[in-house]
């Protein structure tokens, strides 16, 4: 097995795909069965059986720090995107796990918070992805969500494993818990779980014995679950064939290519004041770029991080696409040089205690200990100390510090392992999976204030051993020199937003930006009126304090090993963004419809906006989003004309209209369909919902017709009084837009 879901983790460097919300972004179901058949071929090259992706859970709340993995607020898009990339997937004979089932939709207490949450939402929101990758898709595994869901554990949950996933979807593959997602040898037993991942701690032989002897559990229970196994394993040849192909390359070419297509559609231009975007014309000359995400690779963290042979970062890709005319000025933060001079002025009260230990998380034993006078080591040459092979070690310093005068203060780790530094206790940084560069943390002291401190590093022998810390007074923002260089640009790139150390598995992120970077953004558009953001996240970031003071805005989320190479060409203008949002993006966070309801109390959180998720608890409530689902802007134009509906008679509906490029240039729309229900409707129905959607490419003053077919579910909801799906008679309205707040066309149908 290995991870995902933005690539093949666990086995060494990977083609490091952009985050899925960025995929959902190019709504290209077709890129989506690419990008499941490239990360196929991918795994096939390393000899994996086992993806675990996708991840198909739905974005709930703006601060889940899993929402990079996801694929958007919205069921209908979610499942057919989730259906092409299990399919692509087990094309290359590699098995697709459907993940995380279900109601995974924050990491806060994600092991033991208890989802409450309506059936009829289970079944119109936070189920179809899983329904679709299961009955169109036909994934052949599914792994159970940490969380538990009404009362019960998902790994346990005899209604949600047993009666939908087994009974109403019939699948036939494998159920696989978390990891150490299940509690109880009989609840997983007979709550549908058919693999305990990583080890058969509740689920092995001298614990499901006395249960069967019992008459507790029964024999046709476990031979069902080896069944399934069984199943999996033969019906994908696993048995009958190697799985490992030597002749795909590992760092593969063809993969970057995907890699290369998913961050150009995906990235979604939010807003292009007085036409700032794109840059270019003979009077450019210097484009100044800054910000923490400019010159390294910006990803999110946790076991959905994969680590690149290579990558292109903005700095790259904006020098390749501009070419030699144009001097890029980089203008950097903090980083490898702030580290070096941060060493040379680090100070502890004291030695410090450096142990090594050995063993797993939970029973960590010391097998070496020594006093060290600061942390700046490179150990690919020596062991520290007797016993310790620093090929893969665990370290742990703790110590003290005393802050000299109140300020913010900066601590730097660089380390490739995974890291953590303590602060009194507190995690300020940790990552599973450090890059080469320096991660750091700002925090506010008072003068003359003690902490204790403690650095420790876990190293896995993948690239250098070395290992730095150092803290110190924060630097300015920007020196006088910097703002110069800022203030004298033709134009500005500030690339903000978050890493893997700030947004990843089991954590949720902040909602505004990290450290000072609004302060950055406003300081650089105070210097310079065409400054131009580029955001790294997997979801909404609070822009009330910047966005008003900047022309253009573009939603990178986690672009890929290639995104840098994506972002120079739309900011160029030889590549024309495409993206439209998953997602809406609102004002501010009291406008999201979690809020209030996040992240719970006393080991429960509600879910109470029940079906009234995205965009339409914004339409209910009649409040403006910032940007809507949907949206997204081009550097060209589309005319929507001639919309037409009728029924083909075999209890489907054609709906058809024409799109045209009116504007200067080629560019892709995405046109989208939604369903509103009669107003005489006796169900609490949403305004709008999307039920159908075309991603095409046009040329300039090309028009193409575009048909979209309807079956009777488009018409439908989820009847809790009947535990069944029923369609309303009535005059149903048909919309079609670029947005759900954009309707361009539309016209009643009438359901029998």
Known sequence: MADGPLGVRNYGPSTAYPATIGLAASWDTGLAREFGASMGSDARSRGVNIMLAPAVNINRVPQNGRNFEYLSEDPYLAASMATQIVTGLQSQGVAATVKHFAANNQETERGTIDARVSERALREIYLPAFQAAVQEGHAWAVMSAYNRLNGTYCSANDWLNNKVLKGDWAFQGVLMSDWGAAHDTLGVANGGLDLEMPSGQFMNAATLKPLLASGQVTQATIDDKVRRILRLEIANGFLDRQQEIPSIPKDDPRSAAVALKIAREAIVLLKNDHNALPLGGKKLRRIAVLGPNAAGFPAGGGSGHTEPFHYVSVLDGLRKAAGTRVRIDAIPGPGPELMASLLARTSYEGPLKLEFMSGDWGNRKVIASMADLRIDHDWSERPPAPGVDVSSYWARWSGAIRVPSGGKYIFMVQNHGNV??????????????????????????????????????????????????????????????????????????????FNLMLEGEGADRAYDLPNDQAELIRSAASLNPRTIVVINSGGVVGTADWIGRVPAVLQAWYPGQEGGRAVGEILMGSVNPSGRLPITYEKRREDSPSFGNYPGSNGRVNYAEGILVGYRWFDAKGVAPLYPFGYGLTYTTFHYDKFHVEATGDGHWAVTFDVTNNGTQAGDEVSELYVSPPVTSKASRPIRELRGFSRESLLTDQTITITIILDRHAFSYFDEAKGDWAVEPGPYTIEVGSSSRNILLGGPVSIE
Not at 420 to 446: C, H, M, R, T, Y
Not at 463 to 491: C, I, K, Y
């Open 420 to 497: 953590s530094v303590q602060l009194d206790g507190k995690n300020i940084i940790e990552s599973w999976s450090n890059p080469s560069d320096a991660l750091f943390a700002e925090v506010q002291l008072e003068s003359g204030s003690r902490h204790s401190v403690a650095v420790e590093v876990r190293y896995d022998n993948q690239g250098s051993p070395a290992v730095r810390f150092a803290w110190g007074a924060a630097p300015p923002l920007l020196t006088e020199e910097q703002a110069a260089r800022v203030r004298s640009a033709d134009a500005v790139v500030v690339c903000a937003g």
